[in-house]
């Protein structure tokens, strides 16, 4: 006999991979280490337990704290953006609750990831441990100063929109390294943008697409 858990996990991974191939595969994601990330992370286990029912939905939802977690297809998107082949060390700049952060950790070594509000790095932390995301680090802190103890990174990825990207981040990419950032000069609506550093330090700079995220707050970000 099939157990209801059993059913829900099979209900929500149909979902999934609905969600992948109407919202991800259809608007152009291809990278097929993405794709099968995406296909993989519980996405309904990092939504606050409310909005379980909506975790597969086309949008991205409120977790607390006046955050929230992306839209999936932004989340391929930024992922696909930053040009990953398979064991990496990435930073990510805004862990909100670790969803960006499993999807990561699905296809780089190591994924560090920084959160300045304690709470929900403190939630995600326990979402990701008890997946065994035992590759992704979870650090409290203002992550526009980056995290200079692992540093160089082979790819960073910011999470939310700041004026410009930060110096000190683009100092701690390495050469050859992308990072994936949405800059904006109003605190509501940015524009996703690529920078690749070059031998050299020669910074390529490339704008994406138009995306909406919450504010980056900190040194090299907004003042609160
Ligand atoms: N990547 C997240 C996910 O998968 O759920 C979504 C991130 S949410 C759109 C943006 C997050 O960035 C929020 O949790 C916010 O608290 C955080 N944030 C804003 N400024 C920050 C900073 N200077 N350092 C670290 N985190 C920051």
Known sequence: MIDNNTQKADLFESLRHRMVEEQIIRRGVTNPLVISAMKKVP???????DLIHKAYEDRPLPIGHEQTISQPYIVAYMTQ?????GGEKVLEIGTGCGYQAAVLAEIAK???TIERIAELAEKAKNTLKSLNYNNVHVVVGDGTLG???FAPYDAIIVT?????????????LKVGGSLVMPVGEYKYGQTLTRITKGVNGKINEEKL???LFVPLIGDEGWKQ
């Open 209 to 211: 697409i138009d995306v």
């Open 110 to 112: 190591e994924v560090y």
């Open 147 to 149: 995290l200079d103890e």
């Open 160 to 172: 939310a929109g700041g004026p410009k990207i930060p110096k000190t981040l683009i100092e701690q």
């Open 81 to 85: 953006a930053l040009r990953l082949v």
């Open 43 to 49: 996405r309904h286990l990092f939504v606050p337990k």
